[in-house]
């Protein structure tokens, strides 16, 4: 299906775009993860963040459409919130599978995914759905870790970033990270503090945290932080 450019931009997915300022941003951040992951021979990235709300989900949408954007890249998005999923909704996207059908064995992982087409690119989607009580027993479930196989099988020439529920809320990320091949932690400017950074980089010492992104950075605050993908 093809991706509404007004849609996306309301919801602050602009990776679709190449010239746009913020779409640069996510442009370098891109370059370096996956300079970082192709040198490695990684190719499973995992999107989370301290606490709710610091804006994982827009960074692996932008993310992932930059990645695409980049010519022989081919990239998997998958949403592995189970508790809050967003991805369909940022991207405008309407599908009956996702990943909760392929776990309870009602759909097949081909039939879940939804090739989302932006201008010439397309990103392919595993669209998420809540799980309600069950999110934290899927997640450590034997079943997960065959999807996530058949995932590797199946989409072996690209990239799969992951979009991840809150690090610090439940069991749901530590079950999964042995899983991933790298972390990006979203943070968020007046939501992340340090002790909650200190607290992540516990948990994630073995894990490969290839990058920090501060995100939600205003102009004002921008010169302070001196870096940051606002
Ligand atoms: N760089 C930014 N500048 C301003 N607002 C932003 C930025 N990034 C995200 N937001 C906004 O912050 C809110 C949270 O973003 P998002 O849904 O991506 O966060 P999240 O970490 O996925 O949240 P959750 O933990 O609820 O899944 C959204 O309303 C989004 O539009
Ligand atoms: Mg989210």
Redesign the pocket.
């Known amino acids: 299906m093809r991706l509404n450019a007004s849609h996306l931009e309301k ?2 997915i602009v990776g679709y775009a190449a010239n746009s300022l913020t779409s640069r941003y996510y442009d370098v951040l891109r370059t370096q993860i996956l300079q970082d992951m192709d040198k490695n021979g990684w190719q499973f990235l995992a999107i989370t ?1 301290p ?10 949408c932008n993310l992932a459409m930059s990645v695409a954007r980049l010519p022989e890249r081919e990239v998997l998005l998958v949403d592995m ?1 189970m ?2 999923a ?1 991805v369909s909704e ?1 991207l405008g996207i309407n599908h009956s599978n996702n990943l909760l059908s392929v776990l309870e064995d009602r759909a097949s992982l081909g039939d879940s995914c939804v090739e989302a087409k932006f201008g010439p690119e397309s990103v392919s989607v595993l669209p998420g759905t809540p799980a309600r009580d069950g999110a934290a027993e899927w997640m450590a479930s034997q079943t997960m870790a065959n999807v996530l196989q058949a995932i590797k099988r199946e989409f072996r020439s690209g990239i799969v970033i992951f ?1 991840l ?2 690090l610090l809320l439940g069991s749901d990320v530590l079950s999964i990270l042995p899983r991933m091949d790298a972390v990006l932690l ?1 943070t ?1 400017v007046g939501t992340t503090t340090p002790n909650e950074i200190k607290e992540c980089q516990k948990h994630l010492q073995r894990s490969h945290l290839v990058r920090v992104v501060v ?3 205003s102009e004002t605050s921008e010169s302070y932080y001196g870096y940051g ?2």
């Open positions: 919801m602050r963040s606490t709710p709300n610091c804006g994982k989900t827009v960074t692996a919130d508790h809050k967003q940022y979009d529920p809150p979203v968020g995100n939600k950075v993908y606002s």
